[in-house]
């Protein structure tokens, strides 16, 4: 029987990948002032990314730290102005105010009314987690909690439901990310649910292939929503049947 509900907050609840691409769209826009091709800015740009995500992780200080890499690449003798203009581009991803994803707050709606604890569970900075929360999520006073961790590992789970007093049967973690939400639950006993989004993360998503048990894909929250209330554990995976063999002798039977 499913007693909680843990769900990521960014690109599951609020739209927060808008912000990322935005500013991406603005450090373009102003290399090519500096006659950098957007094409050669993008690529310079992943490759540093990606280096200081190892170092900074998930924390406010690696975008700015990122867009000023990228200028000095290009522009060595950049100013103080122009740097200040680029990080501007990067810190106003944490400081704006996120919308809500469509669904989200029917979907929350039908899960409380059911009787189920939900709780936020989030990656990011915690200021800004927090931020974005008192900000973006009119419903926090519905939360039973909420846990804010550098990265979501199949500890970082273990921890929380540790901390709860659930078992993992108990429970559903439902996100965005393979990575950090359906992988690491999955292994940590729960069922997971994957609301599949093109986001800022797939720049650093590594995590390949879906758990073969105890996780299913939907379209939306309001979609997985609907399926817990009704049947109580997510669906079966959806998995796309492979192509019809050419030889038709060699079609087995399925096994009953």
Request: glycine letters at 6%; one cysteine or more.
């Given at each position: ?143 039973s909690g909420v846990f804010i961790a550098d990265q979501k590992t199949r500890e970082t789970y273990a921890e929380i439901l540790r901390q709860l007093g659930l078992n993992p049967a108990e429970t559903v973690m439902i996100g965005d990310s393979l990575k950090s939400d359906v992988i690491p639950s ?9 609301i599949e989004a093109q986001n800022y993360a797939a720049h650093h998503e590594t995590a390949t292939g879906f758990p073969a048990q105890g996780a299913a894909k939907f379209s ?37």
């Open positions: 029987m499913i007693k909680a509900i843990f769900l990521d907050m960014d690109d599951t609840l609020i739209v927060n990948s808008v912000f990322y691409a935005r500013a991406e769209v603005l450090l373009y826009g102003y290399l090519r002032h500096c006659g950098i091709l957007e094409k050669e800015a993008q690529k310079v740009f992943t490759e540093i990314d990606k280096e200081l995500y190892k170092i900074h992780g998930v924390s406010k200080k690696r975008m700015p730290a990122s867009f000023e890499a990228v200028l000095r690449h290009f522009v060595p003798d950049a100013d103080d102005e122009m740097v200040s203009c680029v990080r501007g581009f990067a810190e106003e991803i944490f400081t704006a105010k996120a919308a809500m994803k469509p669904g989200t707050i029917e979907a929350i709606a039908l899960l409380k009314q059911h009787g189920y604890d939900l709780y936020i569970v989030t990656a990011g900075d915690r200021d800004v987690q927090e931020g974005r929360i008192a900000s973006s999520v009119p419903f926090s006073k519905d939360l999955a292994a940590a006993g729960m069922f997971a649910v994957w939306s929250l309001l979609e997985a929503a609907r399926h817990i209330v009704k049947h109580g554990t997510p669906a079966a995976p959806i998995v796309l049947p492979p192509p019809a063999p050419k030889n038709k002798k060699n079609i087995q039977p399925p096994k009953p």
